[in-house]
């Protein structure tokens, strides 16, 4: 079982940037597909970004292309997502899961972490 410890939130004012991680345990992180989900308040987990393990294709709500970038460090163990130019609507936790059981964009991932706070101001 893959275990995901994120890092990297805080508070930004609008037009700032945050880059968040992901590391996790287990041998099969080379070949696991990643994602970043996020919630706000009141509101349904939502799909950010996913990257593939192999070939490293990379998947982006619309609500974020072009100014959210994720990567991985497969050496490192790790996803990272740069999020730039935010917005206060991108205030939410944001969530790295691991492994899909269906569509990407669904949130039925088999691994997940405990999640980090961005809170953007205006």
């Known amino acids: 079982q893959v275990q995901l410890v994120e890092s990297g939130g805080g508070l930004v004012q609008a037009g700032g940037s945050l880059r968040l991680s992901c590391v996790a345990s287990g041998r099969t992180f080379i070949r696991s597909t990643m994602a970043w989900f996020r919630q706000a308040p009141g509101k349904e987990r939502e799909f950010v970004s996913a990257?593939?393990?192999?070939?490293?294709?990379?998947y982006y709500a619309d609500s974020v292309k072009g100014r959210f970038t994720m990567s991985r460090d497969n050496a490192k163990y790790s996803v990272y997502l740069q999020l730039s130019s935010l917005k206060p609507e991108d205030t939410a936790v944001y969530y790295c899961a691991a492994d899909p059981r269906t569509e990407l964009s669904v949130p039925l991932y088999n691994a997940w972490g405990q999640g980090t706070q961005v809170t953007v101001s205006s």
């Open positions: 990257i593939r393990g192999s070939g490293g294709n990379t």
